[in-house]
């Protein structure tokens, strides 16, 4: 089976989130074997995909598994695996994947994007826990459950340098939520082409900080949408790597555009 490496929300090669991608002949082998194969691929998912029949209402299923769990959501794997397809001729239009998280759709246009329609997160206002600030290294002003779908703990935080500056406590940052910490802040200056930054802490799911996290911007996506008045922004997340996500609210779905490069093909023997 071929076997690739894709960075993901990004247009140039070591930059973005990589993910695996493996497109399987027929079903899902057992899920030990899907577990050891992206604990071998070692990035923060690698995704899972075979074509279903034709007349559903999916083209393919899809999984994502980081080194140490499977996930409910995954974006920026789903972008990588959307990537594989049209670049090597599997699939041509939007393609419907099946996911634990439902029908989830991709989009390519004719500038090589892709477009993510995924599930918007239901953000539920909560108190600071006890004990974040000193875990993240900074003062929350506020903290929102991102629902089940995302799993984690988003805090805004006062500004974009506090972000940049972020050296947590990543195993304390694991008691919060299911998977981790969405950290945020309105961007300094949005003249630099983007609205807001982001960093992400997963913890729980062996990824002590994710480079650029397709699903939590469908949190980050109606969080900012409600403070900056507009629902299409950009948002930075400002990882060693970075990357941007363009997002667009649209109600009970959030759109999440960016670009995918392949860096790594090779054949899986195991």
């Not at 093909?265 to 195991?270: C, D, F, P, S, T």
Request: with cysteine; hydrophobic share 40%.
């Amino acid at each position: 089976m071929r076997m690739r490496i894709v960075d993901a929300f990004t247009d140039r090669p070591f930059t973005g989130n990589p993910a695996g991608v493996l497109l399987l002949d027929d079903a899902f082998p057992d899920d030990d074997w899907l577990q050891n194969v992206a604990m071998e691929v070692n990035h923060a998912e690698t995704a899972f995909a075979h074509r279903l029949p034709g007349g559903g209402e999916a083209d393919w299923a899809l999984r994502w598994f980081t080194p140490v769990a499977e996930v409910a959501m995954c974006g920026h794997a789903t972008l990588a695996t959307a990537h594989v397809l049209y670049t090597t001729g599997g699939h041509e239009g939007p393609v419907r994947f099946a996911t634990r998280s439902g029908v989830l759709i991709a989009t390519p246009a004719e500038d090589g994007s892709v477009t993510l329609d995924f599930p918007t997160a239901p953000l539920t206002p909560v108190e600071v826990p006890a004990g974040v600030a000193e875990a993240l290294g900074a003062e929350p002003a506020a903290a929102f459950d991102t629902g089940p779908n995302v799993g984690d703990l988003l805090v805004e935080l006062a500004d974009e340098k506090t972000v940049l500056g972020l050296s947590p406590d990543h195993r304390a940052l694991g008691a919060y939520s299911p998977r981790g910490i969405i950290a945020t802040a309105r961007a300094e200056d949005p003249s630099r082409g983007y609205d807001f930054v982001s960093r992400c802490f997963f913890p729980n799911v062996g990824i002590d900080e994710d480079p650029v996290t397709g699903s939590a911007h469908t949190a980050l996506a109606p969080h900012w949408a409600a403070r900056l008045g507009r629902d299409d922004l950009t948002g930075l997340q400002a990882s060693r790597r970075t990357g941007l996500v363009r997002t667009g609210l649209r109600g009970e779905r959030t759109l999440l555009t960016g670009r995918a490069v392949t860096v790594i093909e090779g054949e899986l023997r195991a």
